[in-house]
C-alpha cells in the first residue's frame, strides 16, 4: 500500500482515551483483546514497525492487524493496556480506543492541504531548470532543498522511526535514496523522485479509499432515525441505535426500514436487494420479518422491533466482514513472508552494488553508488505486499453486495478448488414447506365429500404433512365438526364426524387396521418413487380416499446444479427423508448421488468421506441450515448456510452465508473466487516482473532514480486498480 503507505496524508487529532474505557476490552483465554483504532497505520510499512516494537514485549502476546480499517487488535495482559499504547506513541503514531458503546472513531479521511506539494513541484522542475539552462550550480541545490524540505518531512520522519525500530520500509529507503541524491549532487533528480513520491501517495490514497468504501457503503443502509410510536399513541422521529426491542415502528412508502422487526400491521413489498441481493422485491404482511437496510415499497406498514440496531441482521454483516478483512487469506501470508526476505536482500544487494565495484573493480564511485540509490527505491515491495489485502477486501465486499458473506479471505480464495458439494435437501433444494400433490377417490364416495372430510381431520394437527392437506383448496371443502379427536403418534389423525369415525394417516395406520390391499400397496410406492409421502382417509369398513403430499423444489435449485455441473463440481445430496424420495428428487435437479435416510451423525461420515477421497488441493462444500447440519458444515473445508438472513447461528456457523434461500449464489461465489484468484496472479506476477526488469535495467547502467520511482508508483497503482475491479463484477 504505497500511498498512505508511505508518508500518511491523514491528520488525526484524537484527543488522548480516558482509561475508563479499558472496559471495553475484551477477555480471552490468554489475556485481554482490546482493538485500537490507528489513524496513521494502513499499509505493511507500519505493521512492520509495530511489530518490530512488540517482538521484544512480554506482556504481548498476539497482533491482529485490520490495514484496511486502520485497526490494531492486540491480546495482551489484563493491566497491561497503558504500556501498549505508550508503545504504539513511541512510533509517532496515536492509538485510539473504543467509546463507551464499544464503537471505534470513525478512519478521518480528511486531506492536508496541497499546496505545499505544488509549491514543491514547482520548486523541483525550477532546479531542473537551472541545470538545464546552465545556471550557478549553488541555486539548483538551494531550490531542490527546499522542494525536499516542503514534501518530504512527513517520509523522513518516518524513515527516522523505521531506521531507529531497526524495521525497513519504503520511508526508510527512500529517505536514503533521496538523501543520497542530494549529497552526490543530484539535486533536481533528488528533489523531483520526493514530489513524485508525495504526489503518488494522495494518488493512491484515493483509489485505496474505494476498498474501504466499499465495507462503508454498508454501514450506511440502515437510516439513523426511525418513526417509533409513543407511550401516548402518538408517532415521534428518535434515532435508530435508541430504539429498544418491542418497539413499534411505522414506514412510510419508499423508505428505508432502520431495524429488523415483524410485521404488525399493513403490507407492502420490500426491496431486500441490499441484504440479498434479490433482483425482485418480497411480498410483505402481518407476521412477516422485515430487515434494516432493506427499502420498503408502495405500502405502508407497521412492525414491531426484533432486535437493537446493533444487533441486527445488517450489523451483524458488516461485523462479519469487518473480521474477515482481519483474517490472512493464503497467498496474502505467503506474499508477507516473502516481502520480509526481500527487502533485506536487496538492501544487501544494494551496499554491495556501492562498495565492491569501486573497492575491487576499479568502478566509479559516483557511479555505483547511484545505482545503489537506485536499487534502494526499486527494493519498495508495496505493490507486492498491497496487491493481495485490496483484492481480497474488493472480492469479500462484492460478495457482500450479492448477498454472499464470506467469513474471510481464505474462503474466498478455495472457494475456486472446490470439487464436491454435499446440500441438504429440505429448504436448500426443496422449498421446505409440503403442498398436496395428488387426490384420488378409492372407494364410491365423492371426491369433494371425501375431501372435506380429510380436511377436517387434518386442521385439527399441527403436523407439516396435515397441514399440506388441510391448506389445499380449503374454498372448495366444507369444515365439519370432529368429536374425538386423538393424535396418533407416528401414524396419524381420528375423530368421528356426524357418527361416523375416520381415520386420516400413513400406510402403517392402514396395514394395522388390515385394511391394506396389494394393489393399494402397488399405487402407493408409485407415488413413493416420485418422492411423494402418502396419507390415506378410511373408515372403519375401507380405505376411502388417497391424498400425496411432497415438497416442491425450487425452480433456482435445477439452474444451480446445472450451473455447478459445468464449474466442474460434483453434487451430492443428503437428506433425513427415505431413498425413494432422495433419488426423486435428485433426478428431479440434476444431483449426481443421492443419500436417503441420513441423521446427523451420518451426513458428517459422508462429508467425512469425500474430505478423504479428495485431494489436497481439491475442497469439499457443505449446504445446510446452519443448526441441524453443524456437524457436517463444520468437518467440510467450507461451510455454507442456507437463508442465513436474520439467523445468528446460520451466519457464525458457516464460512460463507447465503442471505437468502437462493441455491444460484454458490456458483456465483465460485466464480468470484475464480476472479479473485486470477486478479492476485496477475498482480503478483506483474508486481515481481517490474522489480526484475528494473533491477537488471539498473545493473546494466540504464535504470535512474526517475524510473525506479515512476516503475514503483506505477506498479503500485496499478494493482490497486486491478484489485479493484471485483468489485464491479
Given at each position: 500500500?504505497?500511498?498512505?503507505?508511505?508518508?500518511?496524508?491523514?491528520?488525526?487529532?484524537?484527543?488522548?482515551?480516558?482509561?475508563?474505557?479499558?472496559?471495553?476490552?475484551?477477555?480471552?483465554?490468554n489475556?485481554?483483546?482490546?482493538?485500537?483504532?490507528?489513524?496513521?497505520?494502513?499499509?505493511?510499512?507500519?505493521?512492520?514497525?509495530?511489530?518490530?516494537?512488540?517482538?521484544?514485549?512480554?506482556?504481548?502476546?498476539?497482533?491482529?492487524?485490520?490495514?484496511?480499517?486502520?485497526?490494531?487488535?492486540?491480546?495482551?495482559?489484563?493491566?497491561?493496556?497503558?504500556?501498549?499504547?505508550?508503545?504504539?506513541?513511541s512510533?509517532?503514531?496515536?492509538?485510539?480506543?473504543?467509546?463507551?458503546?464499544?464503537?471505534?472513531?470513525?478512519?478521518?479521511?480528511?486531506?492536508?492541504?496541497?499546496?505545499?506539494?505544488?509549491?514543491?513541484?514547482?520548486?523541483?522542475?525550477?532546479?531542473?531548470?537551472?541545470?538545464?539552462?546552465?545556471?550557478?550550480?549553488?541555486?539548483?541545490?538551494?531550490?531542490?532543498?527546499?522542494?525536499?524540505?516542503?514534501?518530504g518531512?512527513?517520509?523522513?520522519?518516518?524513515?527516522?522511526?523505521?531506521i531507529?525500530?531497526?524495521?525497513?520500509?519504503?520511508?526508510?529507503?527512500?529517505?536514503?535514496?533521496?538523501?543520497?541524491?542530494?549529497?552526490?549532487?543530484?539535486?533536481?533528480?533528488?528533489?523531483?523522485?520526493?514530489?513524485?513520491?508525495?504526489?503518488?501517495?494522495?494518488?493512491?490514497?484515493?483509489?485505496?479509499?474505494?476498498?474501504?468504501?466499499?465495507?462503508?457503503?454498508?454501514?450506511?443502509?440502515?437510516?439513523?432515525?426511525?418513526t417509533?410510536q409513543?407511550?401516548?399513541?402518538?408517532?415521534?422521529?428518535?434515532?435508530?441505535?435508541?430504539?429498544?426491542?418491542?418497539?413499534?415502528?411505522?414506514?412510510?412508502?419508499?423508505?428505508?426500514?432502520?431495524?429488523?422487526?415483524?410485521?404488525?400491521?399493513?403490507?407492502?413489498a420490500?426491496?431486500?436487494?441490499?441484504?440479498?441481493?434479490?433482483?425482485?422485491?418480497?411480498?410483505?404482511?402481518?407476521?412477516?420479518?422485515?430487515?434494516?437496510?432493506?427499502?420498503?415499497?408502495?405500502?405502508?406498514?407497521?412492525?414491531?422491533?426484533?432486535?437493537?440496531?446493533?444487533?441486527?441482521?445488517?450489523?451483524?454483516?458488516?461485523?462479519?466482514v469487518?473480521?474477515?478483512?482481519?483474517?490472512?487469506?493464503?497467498?496474502?501470508?505467503?506474499?508477507?513472508?516473502?516481502?520480509?526476505?526481500?527487502?533485506?536482500?536487496?538492501?544487501?544487494?544494494?551496499?554491495?552494488?556501492?562498495?565492491?565495484?569501486?573497492?575491487?573493480?576499479?568502478?566509479?564511485?559516483?557511479?555505483?553508488?547511484?545505482?545503489?540509490?537506485?536499487?534502494?527505491?526499486?527494493?519498495c515491495?508495496?505493490?507486492?505486499?498491497?496487491?493481495?489485502?485490496?483484492?481480497?477486501?474488493?472480492?469479500?465486499?462484492?460478495?457482500?453486495?450479492?448477498?454472499?458473506?464470506?467469513?474471510?479471505?481464505?474462503?474466498?480464495?478455495?472457494?475456486?478448488?472446490?470439487?464436491?458439494?454435499?446440500?441438504?435437501?429440505?429448504?436448500?433444494?426443496?422449498?421446505?414447506?409440503?403442498?398436496?400433490?395428488?387426490?384420488?377417490?378409492?372407494?364410491?364416495?365423492?371426491?369433494?365429500?371425501?375431501?372435506?372430510?380429510?380436511?377436517?381431520?387434518?386442521?385439527?394437527?399441527?403436523?407439516?404433512?396435515?397441514?399440506?392437506?388441510?391448506?389445499?383448496?380449503?374454498?372448495?371443502?366444507?369444515?365439519?365438526?370432529?368429536?374425538?379427536?386423538?393424535?396418533?403418534?407416528?401414524?396419524?389423525?381420528?375423530?368421528?364426524i356426524?357418527?361416523?369415525?375416520?381415520?386420516?394417516?400413513?400406510?402403517?395406520?392402514?396395514?394395522?387396521?388390515?385394511?391394506?390391499?396389494?394393489?393399494?400397496?402397488?399405487?402407493?410406492?408409485?407415488?413413493?418413487?416420485?418422492?411423494?409421502?402418502?396419507?390415506?382417509?378410511?373408515?372403519?369398513?375401507?380405505?376411502?380416499?388417497?391424498?400425496?403430499?411432497?415438497?416442491?423444489?425450487?425452480?433456482?435449485?435445477?439452474?444451480?446444479?446445472?450451473?455447478?455441473?459445468?464449474?466442474?463440481?460434483?453434487?451430492?445430496?443428503?437428506?433425513?427423508d427415505?431413498?425413494?424420495?432422495?433419488?426423486?428428487?435428485?433426478?428431479?435437479?440434476?444431483?449426481?448421488?443421492?443419500?436417503?435416510?441420513?441423521?446427523?451423525?451420518?451426513?458428517?461420515?459422508?462429508?467425512?468421506?469425500?474430505?478423504?477421497?479428495?485431494?489436497?488441493?481439491?475442497?469439499?462444500?457443505?449446504?445446510?441450515?446452519?443448526?441441524?447440519?453443524?456437524p457436517?458444515?463444520?468437518?467440510a473445508?467450507?461451510?455454507?448456510?442456507?437463508?442465513?438472513?436474520?439467523?445468528?447461528?446460520?451466519i457464525?456457523?458457516?464460512?460463507?452465508?447465503?442471505?437468502?434461500?437462493?441455491?444460484?449464489?454458490?456458483?456465483?461465489?465460485?466464480?468470484?473466487?475464480?476472479?479473485?484468484?486470477?486478479?492476485?496472479?496477475?498482480?503478483?506476477?506483474?508486481?515481481?516482473?517490474?522489480?526484475?526488469?528494473?533491477?537488471?535495467?539498473?545493473?546494466?547502467?540504464?535504470?535512474?532514480?526517475?524510473?525506479?520511482?515512476?516503475?514503483?508508483?506505477?506498479?503500485?497503482?496499478?494493482?490497486?486498480?486491478?484489485?479493484?475491479?471485483?468489485?464491479?463484477?
Amino acid at each position: 500500500m504505497m500511498a498512505n503507505c508511505c508518508s500518511h496524508q491523514h491528520n488525526s487529532s484524537q484527543t488522548q482515551p480516558h482509561f475508563e474505557q479499558l472496559a471495553q476490552s475484551k477477555k480471552v483465554a490468554n489475556g485481554v483483546q482490546t482493538a485500537i483504532r490507528i489513524q496513521q497505520m494502513d499499509c505493511p510499512t507500519e505493521e512492520g514497525v509495530i511489530r518490530k516494537k512488540f517482538a521484544t514485549m512480554a506482556e504481548v502476546q498476539a497482533l491482529e492487524f485490520n490495514l484496511i480499517q486502520h485497526v490494531l487488535t492486540v491480546t495482551h495482559g489484563e493491566n497491561d493496556l497503558p504500556k501498549v499504547l505508550d508503545a504504539i506513541r513511541s512510533l509517532g503514531f496515536e492509538p485510539e480506543l473504543p467509546d463507551a458503546d464499544g464503537k471505534l472513531a470513525k478512519i478521518n479521511t480528511s486531506q492536508k492541504s496541497l499546496l505545499p506539494l505544488v509549491v514543491a513541484g514547482v520548486l523541483a522542475l525550477g532546479s531542473e531548470a537551472v541545470t538545464w539552462f546552465g545556471l550557478p550550480h549553488w541555486s539548483g541545490a538551494i531550490l531542490a532543498v527546499a522542494a525536499v524540505l516542503l514534501c518530504g518531512i512527513e517520509t523522513y520522519k518516518k524513515g527516522w522511526v523505521s531506521i531507529r525500530t531497526g524495521s525497513l520500509n519504503i520511508n526508510a529507503l527512500m529517505s536514503i535514496a533521496v538523501t543520497g541524491g542530494l549529497l552526490i549532487g543530484q539535486w533536481p533528480e533528488a528533489a523531483m523522485v520526493m514530489v513524485l513520491f508525495t504526489l503518488a501517495e494522495v494518488i493512491e490514497a484515493k483509489s485505496l479509499d474505494r476498498a474501504r468504501n466499499a465495507i462503508t457503503e454498508l454501514m450506511a443502509l440502515a437510516p439513523e432515525t426511525a418513526t417509533v410510536q409513543q407511550p401516548d399513541g402518538s408517532w415521534q422521529e428518535v434515532a435508530a441505535d435508541s430504539v429498544a426491542t418491542g418497539d413499534v415502528v411505522r414506514v412510510k412508502p419508499g423508505e428505508r426500514i432502520a431495524l429488523d422487526g415483524k410485521i404488525t400491521q399493513g403490507q407492502s413489498a420490500v426491496d431486500q436487494a441490499p441484504i440479498t441481493g434479490e433482483s425482485l422485491p418480497v411480498d410483505k404482511t402481518v407476521g412477516d420479518q422485515v430487515f434494516a437496510g432493506t427499502i420498503n415499497q408502495s405500502g405502508s406498514f407497521e412492525y414491531q422491533v426484533t432486535a437493537a440496531a446493533s444487533h441486527s441482521t445488517l450489523a451483524r454483516i458488516i461485523h462479519a466482514v469487518e473480521e474477515a478483512q482481519g483474517v490472512k487469506a493464503p497467498t496474502q501470508r505467503f506474499v508477507d513472508k516473502f516481502a520480509q526476505i526481500y527487502t533485506p536482500t536487496v538492501l544487501v544487494i544494494a551496499l554491495l552494488v556501492a562498495l565492491i565495484p569501486p573497492l575491487f573493480m576499479a568502478g566509479a564511485w559516483f557511479e555505483w553508488i547511484y545505482k545503489a540509490l537506485v536499487l534502494l527505491v526499486i527494493a519498495c515491495p508495496c505493490a507486492l505486499v498491497i496487491s493481495t489485502p485490496v483484492t481480497v477486501v474488493s472480492g469479500l465486499a462484492a460478495a457482500a453486495r450479492k448477498g454472499i458473506l464470506i467469513k474471510g479471505g481464505v474462503y474466498l480464495e478455495q472457494g475456486r478448488l472446490l470439487k464436491t458439494l454435499a446440500l441438504d435437501k429440505t429448504g436448500t433444494l426443496t422449498h421446505g414447506k409440503p403442498v398436496q400433490t395428488n387426490m384420488t377417490a378409492l372407494a364410491t364416495m365423492p371426491l369433494a365429500e371425501a375431501q372435506s372430510l380429510a380436511v377436517s381431520l387434518a386442521a385439527r394437527s399441527e403436523h407439516p404433512v396435515s397441514q399440506a392437506i388441510a391448506t389445499a383448496n380449503p374454498e372448495n371443502s366444507n369444515m365439519k365438526s370432529v368429536e374425538n379427536f386423538t393424535a396418533l403418534l407416528g401414524r396419524g389423525v381420528q375423530g368421528q364426524i356426524d357418527g361416523t369415525e375416520y381415520v386420516l394417516g400413513n400406510i402403517r395406520l392402514i396395514e394395522e387396521r388390515k385394511q391394506a390391499t396389494s394393489e393399494l400397496q402397488s399405487q402407493i410406492e408409485q407415488l413413493e418413487k416420485q418422492g411423494k409421502t402418502v396419507v390415506l382417509l378410511a373408515d372403519n369398513h375401507q380405505v376411502l380416499a388417497l391424498f400425496a403430499v411432497a415438497d416442491t423444489v425450487k425452480e433456482s435449485s435445477r439452474q444451480a446444479i446445472a450451473e455447478l455441473h459445468l464449474l466442474g463440481v460434483k453434487t451430492l445430496m443428503l437428506t433425513g427423508d427415505n431413498q425413494h424420495t432422495a433419488n426423486a428428487i435428485a433426478a428431479q435437479v440434476g444431483i449426481d448421488e443421492a443419500l436417503g435416510n441420513q441423521l446427523p451423525q451420518d451426513k458428517l461420515n459422508a462429508v467425512q468421506s469425500a474430505v478423504e477421497n479428495q485431494t489436497k488441493s481439491q475442497k469439499i462444500g457443505m449446504v445446510g441450515d446452519g443448526i441441524n447440519d453443524a456437524p457436517a458444515l463444520a468437518r467440510a473445508d467450507i461451510g455454507f448456510a442456507m437463508g442465513a438472513m436474520g439467523t445468528d447461528t446460520a451466519i457464525e456457523t458457516a464460512d460463507v452465508a447465503l442471505m437468502d434461500d437462493d441455491l444460484g449464489k454458490i456458483p456465483e461465489f465460485i466464480r468470484l473466487s475464480k476472479n479473485a484468484h486470477a486478479i492476485l496472479m496477475q498482480n503478483i506476477s506483474f508486481a515481481l516482473a517490474v522489480k526484475v526488469v528494473f533491477l537488471a535495467l539498473t545493473l546494466a547502467g540504464i535504470g535512474t532514480m526517475w524510473m525506479a520511482v515512476f516503475a514503483d508508483v506505477g506498479a503500485s497503482l496499478l494493482v490497486v486498480g486491478n484489485g479493484l475491479r471485483l468489485l464491479q463484477k
